[in-house]
């Protein structure tokens, strides 16, 4: 292999890793984030309908985007940015997000420049700066509770805060871009207002760039201080502004890797200069369907999926953090996203010595898999090395689950009890 290849962990993904791993033991897989929900009919029909559509529909889309996508993705992001959006020049579509990310940074990160990223990360944004040539530099989120290993309720994501003197610390002649994901995975923190303004003010008194990675933007839950807002809409933003979205996360269709990138249309030449030598263009029948079913959820008729979405989601978010609170955990309720982080600390003397609350949370991880029968994520790969030891003891759940799921998992967690 390549030398940049053996830079990576060959265990491969954390996801795949033990998503294989709850598979093998039978374990009830809270781990990756991907939705077991029934879909709502207008996506089905909707994909059904674009599959059996004449001959032109099964042929190359156009590279920067099937036509009637982007201008629905058009229509969709502009009352949230605020400003309009030109859907053949200011819209690129992906395969998934993911490629998003990945051709952003072969596009905009020479050799050498620095990305800032908040700890703790979505893994794939290290390794795309990487891939690029890009360093890495990070700055971690810390939860404000003082004694976080006291379980009980009344965490939320909004403890968790961002140091903004330590942020800009980080920034030197080489900072190309910073980037911002909200609301959060895997805290689900939605970052306010106060917040925003004030990573703007860096972004432009720096000249950075900003990747705002939104896949989660249709997931927020009422009790949010505030509801999920977009940097690109602060004054000065948007031509700096990177959005991302995917349909897998806003449609929970995590398999059809649909995403797409909204900039400024020099930034978007650029990704497409890139996305043109990488996959070319992304499966038109499924972007067809994306782009009907933006149209319905815009539509009269459609206007209530995304409230009712949420507040399934809402049930089962409280259910789970009753479940995990129960059992001795600190859980911190997400604002936005199907993730609950907790930390599992308290758990220590009430565990074998070989899973270690205290410890990096990996073996906790692959203890539980193996002997409670619940797969959680550990959250090592998403701190940098040397921030590495502020993972210990925290775990992500994911909660886009059918409650019987959710049901069978708590009924497991109570052999921690
Ligand atoms: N960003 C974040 C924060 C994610 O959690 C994910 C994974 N779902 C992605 C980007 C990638 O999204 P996609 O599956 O559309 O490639
Ligand atoms: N984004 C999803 C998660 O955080 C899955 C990502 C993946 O499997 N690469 O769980």
Redesign the pocket.
């Known amino acids: 292999a390549a030398d940049r290849v053996r830079t990576f962990d060959p265990r491969g993904s954390v996801f795949a890793e033990f998503t294989a791993l709850a598979n093998a033991h039978s374990a009830v897989n809270l781990g990756q ?2 939705p077991n929900l029934p879909l709502p009919g207008f996506l089905t029909e909707a994909a059904e309908k674009a599959v059996g559509a004449g001959t032109m529909m099964q042929q190359y889309a156009r590279s920067q985007g099937h036509m009637r996508l982007v201008q629905a993705l058009a229509k969709y992001y502009e009352p949230r940015i605020g400003i309009s959006i030109c859907p053949t020049t200011e819209i690129i579509t ?8 990945s051709s952003m940074m072969q596009a905009l990160i020479n050799p050498g420049e620095e990305v800032i990223m908040m700890e703790p990360f ?1 893994d ?1 944004y290290p390794a795309t700066i990487r891939l690029a040539g890009g360093v890495p530099k990070y700055v971690a989120l810390r939860p404000s509770t003082t004694d976080s290993t006291t379980p009980g309720a009344g965490h939320t994501a909004a403890d968790w805060k961002l140091d903004f003197e330590e942020l800009e610390s980080q920034i030197t002649s080489k900072t190309r871009m910073l980037i911002v ?1 909200t609301p ?2 895997p805290i689900g923190k939605i970052f306010n207002r106060e917040e925003l303004e004030r990573l703007a003010d860096i972004a432009k008194r720096h000249d950075l760039l900003v990747l705002s ?1 939104e ?2 933007e249709a997931i927020g839950y009422n009790d949010a201080p505030e509801p999920m807002q977009s940097i690109a809409a602060l004054p000065g933003m948007k031509e700096r502004t990177i959005t ?1 979205g ?4 806003t449609f929970s269709v ?1 398999g059809w ?3 797409w990138a909204i900039a400024p249309a020099h930034i978007i030449h650029s990704i497409l200069m890139v996305h043109q030598f990488m996959p070319f263009t992304v499966v038109t029948p499924l972007q067809e369907a994306v782009a009907t079913s933006f149209e319905h959820v815009m539509s009269e008729e459609g206007s209530r999926y995304f409230g009712e979405l949420c507040d399934t989601m809402a049930g089962k978010r409280d259910r789970l953090l009753e479940i995990l609170r129960g059992v001795g955990m600190t859980a911190y309720s997400p604002h936005g ?1 199907y993730f609950i982080l907790a930390d599992v600390r308290s758990l220590a003397g009430r565990v074998p010595a070989e899973a270690d609350p205290l410890g990096d949370p990996y073996a906790f991880c692959h203890w539980m898999t193996r002997e409670i029968g619940v797969t959680a994520i550990p959250t090592g790969n998403f701190y940098s090395p040397e921030h590495r030891h502020l993972a210990q003891g925290f775990i992500r759940f994911c909660f886009c689950k059918t409650d019987d799921m959710i049901e069978q998992a708590g009924e497991r967690l109570q052999r921690l009890v």
Request: zero cysteines; charged letters at 15%.
């Open positions: 984030g991907f992906t395969v998934g997000a993911s490629e998003a990310i979505f794939i994901n959060h995975n990675d896949v989660y991302v995917s349909a897998g996360k995590t890797k649909i995403g996203s």
